[in-house]
């Protein structure tokens, strides 16, 4: 048996974010027929699993960055849930005081660093925000998601090179949902292992998960962690998993014929917050969820009550202080 | 204490004093630590700081964009170099999607403190895409500050201003700014953003110049003052923000305003100028807008010639305006060394 299936403690606080994202996510479909919610959203339903996997293993300090379907990221990390609901609702008390949404969420004392809706924007952002922590001998490493559709981009290549080349503490993990929107990877790659032969070839050490098991993830990211922490250079995990819904939207999008249901029953049937959730007593589940069912309310709430910002609050934050 | 140095050299002290007050500015670009030191603006700086403040990329503009705006983020303090703002077109998605919007974007909680150094080329058959110039492209972007000086004076007082800021700076120069020599103080010294600077008085046209042409303006001036035309030259110093006020001021008086741009006409400072001192009041003023012919730039000397405009076709233009007349030619014969900006005031 793993180490980590040996921890309660781990257990409980796996299941808790994994418990967290799935009922944030499922409160935001219900929300958002309202139109109270002011924003696109990407959402993580059934991919919730790599970011809890990966986001256990690191410290408050280290830093993530990731894409517009950043939720899952956001609340793995322990980014402030009342923010980011304030944030969906546009409102001034949100993690980016209306000016970002669903796509551009962050909290920096969380370590969640950046999000961003061009596709691939945060993977140099990340490399340059990882080789300042070395710069700065901090301590901290840097860990960049990346869509599989996101990983084409030019601006990933050049990342990796450089990460490479001044061995930047970074870990990019590809999360390969095998679509960009509706784009098989398979039509836009020749092979299967595309992914990772271009990793291997900037020679990082890399490795692939088949699923997205959180407590394997996080055993590995743990190792990878130390590794990245003692100089070793940067490192890249492929992992499978899922997007349940649509690309952008509280629906599903089976009725567009580009996926079959099959394709996402196999992964429901493995879904990972009931697995987890069968790990725990069942008192110290229901604990659980009627905590983090608790905190999502209160979140929706202090959205509510929150007021939207000021007109005259538009120029802020575009330049810092006109002394300088 | 003040003496005369050049502007490559104004631009060296200031990186190098800036570095030496704060361990967080690092250098970063393709050859910046090579033995031709980017033109000699790095030249020394890895011996006296060593390879973890100064370093050479890939290329990779785009992604290294991002990289440093990551370690900006991250509390450092980045200078990306590129020896021709033709590459920055590389880089637009970072610069334009990311870098631009890092501290709006996130409700204020990041600041991105970058200074990305790109030169304008000309001349020795630069060509179609060694000559361009990217600052009309992104005066149109909130968050950036773009500078462009024409002065070592200048040159070191806004390169330490552009580093200090907690805003990313577009730092334009020009490859033929690189021979001006002028009075620069010894002492680090920061100049303020938005403050354009006269580079000769007059009552009879306001005179903008960007960069370069700035002194292809103060040729013109010398041409014009044989007629008895006296051009009031401004040079912008900061494109964004810009400082009107001083343009407007000058266009009260003279009632005519010919801005210079170092670039094609079409949405660029000329247009911004124009537009802004018609907003701004009610004076009546004639206008002209002059840059680079409506063409790629050609490489040829002969072509290249009518692409830019210089001291004697801006004086032509000018007279033209004032006089109405097109046949005249200027007699004044340019000497770089006479007409060449030299004071720091």
Not at chain 1, 91 to 116: N, P
Not at chain 2, 213 to 225: G, P, Q, T, V
Request: hydrophobic share 40%.
């Amino acid at each position: 048996m793993r180490t980590s299936e040996n921890s309660h403690k781990l257990l409980e606080e796996v299941y808790k974010s994994l418990f967290l994202i799935r009922h944030v996510e499922e409160k935001i479909c219900d929300l958002y027929p309202t139109d109270k919610i002011k924003s696109p959203v990407h959402l993580s339903i059934g991919q919730e699993a790599v970011s809890v996997g990966v986001c256990k293993a690191l410290t408050r300090e280290d830093g993530v960055m990731g894409s517009c379907r950043g939720h899952a990221m956001y609340l793995a990390k322990g980014g402030n849930l009342k923010q980011m609901f304030a944030e969906l609702y546009g409102k001034r008390t949100g993690c980016g005081k209306g000016r970002a949404g669903s796509m551009h969420l962050a909290d920096v004392q969380a370590g969640v660093i950046a999000t961003s809706a061009i596709m691939a924007s945060t993977v140099p952002l990340a490399v340059g925000w990882a080789y300042a922590q070395a710069y700065q001998n901090t301590g901290n490493i840097g860990v960049c998601f990346v869509g599989d559709g996101a990983l084409d981009e030019g601006c990933v290549h050049e990342s990796f090179l450089f990460a490479k080349q001044k061995k930047v503490p970074i870990l990019i993990v590809c999360e390969n949902n095998e679509y960009a929107i509706h784009s098989h990877f398979l039509t836009r790659h020749p092979s299967k292992d595309y992914i990772l032969n271009w990793a291997s070839s900037y020679e990082m050490k890399c490795k692939r998960f088949e699923d997205d098991d959180p407590l394997a993830l996080y055993d590995y990211v743990g190792g990878v962690a130390d590794e990245l922490r003692s100089g070793s250079g940067p490192q890249f995990i492929e992992c499978y998993t899922s997007r349940w819904k649509e690309h952008v939207g509280p629906g599903d999008d089976f009725k567009l014929g580009y996926r079959g249901t099959e394709e996402v029953e196999k992964w429901k049937r493995k879904d990972q917050l009931i697995r987890i959730g069968k790990l725990l007593k069942p008192t110290v589940k229901q604990k659980i969820e009627q905590n983090v069912l608790k905190e999502i309310q209160e979140a929706v709430e202090f959205a509510e009550c929150s007021p939207f910002p000021k007109p005259t609050e538009l120029y802020e934050n575009v330049y810092g202080g006109e002394n300088e | 204490m003040s003496r005369i140095i050049s502007y490559p050299e104004a631009l060296k002290e200031a990186m190098t004093l800036e570095m030496e007050s704060d361990e967080h500015v690092f250098i970063l670009g393709q050859g910046v630590d090579d033995p031709k030191a980017i033109l000699g603006t790095t030249a020394g700086i890895l011996d006296k700081f060593g390879p973890k403040r100064i370093f050479d990329v890939p290329l990779a503009e785009d992604g290294i964009t991002g990289i440093a705006l990551g370690a900006a983020i991250a509390g450092l303090k980045p200078i990306h170099i590129h020896i021709r703002n033709d590459f920055l077109l590389l880089a637009m998605n970072q610069i334009v999607n990311m870098v631009a919007k890092m501290r709006y974007m996130y409700g204020g909680v990041h600041t991105a403190p970058m200074v990305i150094r790109a030169t304008i080329g000309k001349s020795w058959g630069q060509g179609p895409q060694h000559s361009q110039s990217i600052y009309p492209m992104l005066m149109n972007v909130p968050g950036l500050r773009i500078v462009a000086p024409t002065t070592p004076y200048d040159a070191k007082g806004i390169m330490a201003a552009s580093i200090r800021s907690s805003d990313p700076v577009i730092f334009i120069e020009h490859r033929s700014l690189y021979y001006q020599k002028g009075d620069v103080p010894k002492e680090a010294y920061a100049l303020p953003f938005g403050k354009a600077r006269t580079l000769a008085q007059g009552d009879d046209v306001t005179l903008v110049g960007v960069s370069q042409m700035a002194i292809e303006c103060l040729r013109a001036s010398k041409c014009l003052n044989e007629v008895g035309i006296h051009a009031h030259v401004i040079d912008p110093v900061t494109i964004s923000p810009l400082d009107i006020d001083t343009i407007l001021t000058s266009v009260k008086k003279t009632k005519h305003l010919v801005v210079v741009d170092n670039s094609w006409l079409p949405g660029a400072l000329g247009a911004e100028i124009i537009a802004a001192c018609h907003e701004s009041q009610d004076c009546d003023f004639k206008s002209l807008r002059l840059g680079f012919a409506a063409t790629p730039c050609p490489t040829t000397p002969s072509l290249e010639d009518a692409f830019y405009v210089d001291g004697v076709s801006i004086a032509k233009k000018i007279y033209h305006m004032l006089r109405h007349d097109s046949d005249w030619i200027p007699n004044t014969i340019i000497h770089r060394e006479e007409v060449e900006f030299k004071g720091p005031f």
